[in-house]
T-cell receptor
Framework: DTGVSQDPRHKITKRGQNVTFRCDPI?????LYWYRQTLGQGPEFLTYFQNEAQLEKSRLLSDRFSAERPKGSFSTLEIQRTEQGDSAMYLCASSPRTVTNYGYTFGSGTRLTVV | TQLLEQSPQFLSIQEGENLTVYCNSSSVFSSLQWYRQEPGEGPVLLVTVVTGGEVKKLKRLTFQFGDARKDSSLHITAAQPGDTGLYLC?????????FGTGTRLQVFP
């Protein structure tokens, strides 16, 4: 069990550019979640997958954001036409079953800075 | 919209002191979890409580779930510098978690 891996750890991009982040969950976990966290605040839910199906998306996830989980394994989160307000830590988490009982295993996050 | 408010927002104490962090909501949750997060890392699960009134102990940490399953508390006895971090409560909502606003704890030697 190598835990949840996120890549890259840090990303600096210019406003208007597109960025893509990758998350590799624990292999036995069929649920995968994306959250966004700004400094000193709690994580905010963005979206989640059960296997390859995207089951819920937050209203925070504007049309510029898209997430995929092909084949129910790794996931990608893409942000198009980045804005300064997108600067945040993007966290990925996975869970084996019902999250309310099993909780999340988080990755170390990808810190995005839009300049 | 379900919200989880934590208090205090910041806590700065000396090693050996006791402290309590509160997590409150107007909504009922099926379970409540506590996580600790260190700078530059993802949160790490500390405990899950599922029954109203439940109390769980993890070494010097005591977690309680309110009878009505709307609130929770985390009590740390004899805090140590290694307890420093951001403490987050999270309520179970269908198949995802709603996180609280966070309490940043700093324990000085």
């Amino acid at each position: 069990d190598t835990g949840v891996s996120q890549d890259p750890r840090h990303k600096i991009t210019k406003r208007g550019q597109n960025v893509t982040f990758r998350c590799d969950p624990i292999s036995e976990h069929n649920r995968l979640y994306w959250y966004r966290q700004t400094l000193g605040q709690g994580p905010e839910f963005l979206t989640y997958f059960q296997n390859e199906a995207q089951l819920e998306k937050s209203r925070l996830l504007s049309d510029r954001f898209s997430a995929e989980r092909p084949k129910g394994s790794f996931s990608t989160l893409e942000i198009q036409r980045t804005e300064q307000g997108d600067s945040a830590m993007y966290l990925c988490a996975s869970s084996p079953r019902t999250v309310t009982n099993y909780g999340y295993t988080f990755g170390s996050g990808t810190r995005l800075t839009v300049v | 919209t379900q919200l989880l408010e934590q208090s205090p927002q910041f806590l700065s104490i000396q090693e050996g002191e006791n402290l309590t962090v509160y997590c409150n909501s107007s909504s009922v949750f099926s379970s409540l979890q506590w996580y600790r997060q260190e700078p530059g890392e993802g949160p790490v699960l500390l405990v899950t409580v599922v029954t109203g009134g439940e109390v769980k102990k993890l070494k010097r940490l005591t977690f309680q779930f309110g009878d009505a399953r709307k609130d929770s508390s985390l009590h740390i006895t004899a805090a140590q510098p290694g307890d420093t971090g951001l403490y987050l409560c999270a309520g179970g909502d269908t198949d995802k978690l709603i996180f609280g606003t966070g309490t940043r704890l700093q324990v000085f030697p």
